[in-house]
């Protein structure tokens, strides 16, 4: 299905940028938040870590 697509899409970025940000070193800014780039919305990584 389309929805499960999108969801599919959006675990696989925070994914990366999880990644992205621990090589940078943000990693306070990343246990805040992480950036969805599909939709540019803002979530808190603890409502992430429930959803998995």
Known sequence: SAL???KHGNMRTIDENLKVCS???DLCQ???RVRL???G???PISR???NR
């Open 23 to 25: 090589l940078t070193g």
């Open 37 to 39: 780039s599909e939709n």
């Open 48 to 50: 992430l870590s429930r």
């Open 30 to 32: 990343c246990d805040y």
């Open 41 to 43: 919305e803002w979530y």
């Open 4 to 6: 499960g697509n999108v």
